[in-house]
């Protein structure tokens, strides 16, 4: 397979706390999004950039685990994850992003909880390619369990 590029833009304007930004995907799906300090850090509703990291690596985990699933032969109804991305001030200033948890669930035919959570492991370990950008740097904890 040929290697795959996705983008995305971003542009900010004015100063952190009173300034705005949009940001955009090529595929469309983002479209002039805004996003705001105020969507950052207190919560006014919006998106923010640790949201949709959480997002990706949620949505990356469940199509990975799928496929290991599947390729152990095992038969997949679902796979759910919501991921919780933790944003942290930092003593000397600043924040810095300290720990992703993935916490997912599957509807797998013939898997005992134990393989399951084995199998779910290997795939963060391993499978998930967003899992394997963040490991280095950054706790990622998981939870695994059955329906």
């Given at each position: 397979?040929a290697?795959?590029?996705?983008?995305?833009?971003a542009v900010w304007?004015?100063d952190?706390?009173?300034?705005t930004?949009r940001?955009s995907?090529?595929?469309?799906?983002?479209?002039?999004?805004?996003?705001?300090?105020r969507?950052?850090?207190?919560?006014e509703?919006?998106?923010n950039?640790?949201?949709?990291l959480?997002?990706?690596?949620?949505?990356?985990f469940s199509m990975a685990l799928?496929?290991q699933?599947?390729?152990k032969g095992?038969?997949?109804?679902s796979?759910e994850?919501?991921a919780?991305?933790?944003l942290?001030?930092q003593p000397?200033?600043?924040?810095?992003?300290t720990?992703m948890l993935?916490?997912?669930?599957?509807?797998?035919?013939?898997?005992?909880?134990a393989?399951?959570?084995?199998?779910?492991?290997?795939?963060?370990?391993?499978?998930?390619?967003?899992s394997?950008?963040?490991?280095?740097?950054?706790t990622?904890?998981?939870?695994?369990s059955?329906?």
């Amino acid at each position: 397979m040929a290697e795959l590029k996705r983008r995305a833009s971003a542009v900010w304007q004015g100063d952190l706390r009173s300034g705005t930004g949009r940001m955009s995907t090529n595929s469309g799906a983002l479209k002039d999004m805004a996003y705001s300090f105020r969507t950052r850090f207190e919560n006014e509703p919006g998106t923010n950039p640790e949201e949709l990291l959480a997002a990706a690596h949620a949505s990356c985990f469940s199509m990975a685990l799928a496929n290991q699933l599947s390729a152990k032969g095992y038969k997949v109804e679902s796979i759910e994850t919501r991921a919780t991305c933790y944003l942290t001030s930092q003593p000397a200033g600043g924040f810095r992003i300290t720990k992703m948890l993935l916490q997912t669930t599957g509807r797998v035919q013939g898997i005992d909880e134990a393989t399951f959570k084995q199998i779910a492991k290997e795939t963060d370990e391993s499978g998930c390619p967003v899992s394997i950008l963040l490991h280095p740097g950054l706790t990622v904890e998981l939870e695994a369990s059955l329906a």
